[in-house]
């Protein structure tokens, strides 16, 4: 059973990058499907983007073309890097994995966009 901790959250101004870390322990992220969600406080936690394990990607419209997944198997993490960062990326950013229909989560980094 795969344990999720996310780090690299923080406070950027609008335009600016961030690299957030997903570290997996007791099983290799490689065999999930893994994601990254977000949340911002009083609303849904909306989908950001997923790779498989043969490291496809999709992105949500919102974040395609300015954030990146990708994936480092020897460290067992991933990493989602957010450029031209914008007020309204602003949210707590969840790692997730997902086998057989079963989610696992990470507990949140928060990412602040503010001028």
């Known amino acids: 059973q795969v344990q999720l901790v996310e780090s690299g959250g923080g406070l950027v101004q609008p335009g600016g990058s961030l690299r957030l870390s997903c570290a997996a322990s007791?099983?290799?992220?490689?065999?999930?499907?893994m994601a990254w969600y977000r949340q911002a406080p009083g609303k849904q936690r909306d989908l950001v983007a997923t790779m498989t394990g043969a490291g496809s990607t999709n992105y949500a419209d919102s974040v395609k073309g300015r954030f990146a997944v990708s994936r480092d198997n020897a460290k067992n993490t991933m990493y989602l890097q957010m450029n031209s960062l914008k007020p309204e990326d602003t949210a707590v950013y969840y790692c997730?994995?997902?086998?057989?229909?079963?989610?696992?989560w990470g507990q949140g980094t928060q990412v602040t966009v503010s001028s």
């Open positions: 997730n994995a997902i086998l057989l229909g079963r989610q696992f």
């Open positions: 007791g099983s290799r992220l490689s065999i999930y499907i």
